[in-house]
Structure formats: C-alpha cells, structure tokens
C-alpha cells in the first residue's frame, strides 16, 4: 500500500532490554514525525525529522530514547534500557513538506509493552 | 500543562442525530487545528482542520467551528452514522518553528447507536 508502514505492529520485551521501532512514510514526504500514545491519553510528540535532520526533539523524554533518519526516508526509533512506563502506542507520521496546518498521514503504530 | 483539552471522555449520539464534539485550548499563539478520528488498533486518520483566521469550515458531514475569543473549537457530525463511532482527538499547531508540532487532546470516544 502507499500509506505509513511502521514495524513491528506488536513488541514485548523485558525491562533493560533495547528496542528498535521503525517507519516506513509515505514515498516522498519529507517531513516526519514520532508520538506516542499511553493508556488514556492523547498523543504525546517525541520528535520531528525534515529530511535526515531532527530539527525538534523536545520530546523525546530521556536520552534512552534517540532516533534517526536516512535516505530522507525510513526512520529507526530507539529505546535503551527499557522501563515500564515506556509502554505505549508508537506511532509515525509524515507529511509532505511539514507545512505549517499541512495534514499528517499516520501509521497503525507499534504497541510496546515493557515486562 | 494540557495546552489541548477535550473534556467530555465519551460521547452516545443516536444515528441521523447531530454530534458535537468539543475542545479548549490554553495557547493563544495555536495556528491550526485539526481533527483526527482514530479506530481501535489503527492509526488516526485526518479528518477536517480550521485555520486561525477562520471561524468556520465545512466539508460534507463534518463542520468545525472555531470560536477564539473563547479559546474553543467544536466539530459537528450531521448526521452521525453507526460508522462514525470511533475515537475523535482535537489537535493544535503551533505557529512557531513554522512546522506542523501537533499537540493532541486525550480524546473523546463517540458511540452512534441505532
């Protein structure tokens, strides 16, 4: 299909652990982003790629968490030494340029529980 | 610090009725809003979004009004159908940095029953 793959779409693993979340978007849109959604909560935003740079990574939470972005395509998300609350729905966006009131394609997201 | 607010956690409109579903906002410097629908195991999906310079905008079923002395936003569904139930979340861009950061509401789950 042509829309946001994101892999895997399920991942369990023990506390300590690391883990690699990754994002396909959608064929050229330059613009992509990571949120995160806990149990009852809104989207929390993590990080912001234009390209291979992150202009804005105010979100992401610790420096557990970084990310990276190649080819001005698929973006890996990384969690080092796992905790429990790091247990959400991780999920991508891109759009095709990041214009401000631009729409965001979203993927199915990747459900990470922490044991 | 809850820049976005959707106060009404759930929301049960019978078929063909109207639904309203609404959002407040703390930061006068939001740009745009937007609203996405989201059902379960599946990502949210673009629904309809109002610039700060409007207070109105419309596309088939779905209106959303923009009211920003009152820092609110509302979005109506007429009429709202059984495939419209689903997770709705309010969202705002800020102007500065000039890219789309969205900041979401928690979202309010809408049930249109027969």
């Known amino acids: 299909g042509a829309g946001v793959s994101q892999s895997p779409s399920n991942k369990v693993t023990e506390k300590g652990k690391d883990v690699e979340l990754r994002c396909d978007p959608i064929?050229?849109?330059?613009?992509l982003y990571w949120y995160r959604q806990s149990l009852g909560q809104g989207l929390e935003f993590l990080i912001y790629?234009?390209?291979?740079?992150?202009?804005?990574k105010s979100g992401l939470p610790s420096d557990r968490f970084s990310a990276e972005r190649t080819g001005g395509s698929v973006s890996t998300l990384t969690i080092q030494r796992t905790q429990q609350e790091d247990s959400a729905v991780y999920l991508c966006?891109?759009?095709?340029?990041?214009?401000?009131?631009?729409?965001?394609?979203f993927g199915d997201g990747t459900r990470l529980s922490i044991l | 610090d809850q820049q976005v607010k959707q106060n009404s956690p759930s929301l049960s409109v019978q078929e063909g009725r109207i639904s309203i579903l609404n959002c407040d906002y703390t930061?006068?410097?939001?740009?745009?809003f937007l609203w996405y629908k989201k059902y379960p195991a599946e990502g949210p999906t673009f629904l309809i979004s109002?610039?700060?310079?409007?207070d109105k905008n419309e596309d088939g079923r779905f209106t959303v009004f923009l009211n920003k002395s009152a820092k609110h936003l509302s979005l109506h569904i007429v009429p709202s159908q059984p495939g419209d139930s689903a997770v709705y979340f309010c969202?705002?861009?800020?102007?500065?940095?000039?890219?789309?950061?969205?900041?979401f509401g928690a979202g309010t789950r809408l049930a249109v029953h027969p």
């Open positions: 969202a705002a861009s800020p102007f500065s940095g000039g890219y789309n950061k969205l900041i």
């Open positions: 790629f234009q390209g291979n740079s992150a202009p804005d």
């Open positions: 064929s050229g849109h330059t613009a």
């Open positions: 930061n006068s410097m939001f740009d745009y």
């Open positions: 109002i610039s700060s310079i409007k």
């Open positions: 966006a891109s759009s095709p340029s990041g214009t401000l009131g631009q729409p965001q394609h």
